[in-house]
């Protein structure tokens, strides 16, 4: 099994930006992709992005295009979301988690998940 630590995550004003970082071990070989989602009070979990370890494709959804950034350190086992020009919409628990398949926008596909980490984007 994969395993997932967080970080990064905390209060800012709108406009401005954040770095998560996403510290995988474990079984590590195991994981084609690792996304990010992120799930506010009394809302669904969604997905905000993903990338793969082996070519780095990189999938967003169109709430965060042109705003949020996914990277990765395949060194480090660590992958990377970097997000900028934050609105307050964007306030939300946030998530990594692993997947071993192809199919990267689904939650259900994914079968590790890190603890979460809280970002506040105040007004």
């Known amino acids: 099994q994969v395993r997932l630590v967080e970080s990064g995550g905390g209060l800012v004003q709108a406009g401005g930006s954040l770095r998560l970082s996403c510290a995988a071990s474990?079984?590590?070989?195991?994981?084609?992709?690792v996304g990010w989602f992120r799930q506010a009070p009394e809302k669904e979990r969604d997905f905000v992005a993903a990338?793969?370890?082996?070519?780095?494709?990189?999938y967003y959804a169109d709430s965060v295009k042109g705003r949020f950034t996914i990277s990765r350190d395949n060194a480090k086992n660590t992958v990377y979301l970097q997000m900028n020009s934050l609105k307050p919409e964007d306030t939300a628990v946030y998530y990594c988690?692993?997947?071993?398949?192809?199919?990267?926008?689904?939650?259900?596909?994914?079968?590790?998940w890190g603890q979460g980490t809280q970002v506040t984007v105040s007004s």
């Open positions: 990338i793969t370890w082996g070519t780095g494709s990189t």
């Open positions: 988690a692993s997947n071993s398949g192809s199919h990267v926008y689904s939650s259900s596909l994914y079968n590790s």
């Open positions: 474990g079984r590590t070989f195991s994981s084609y992709a």
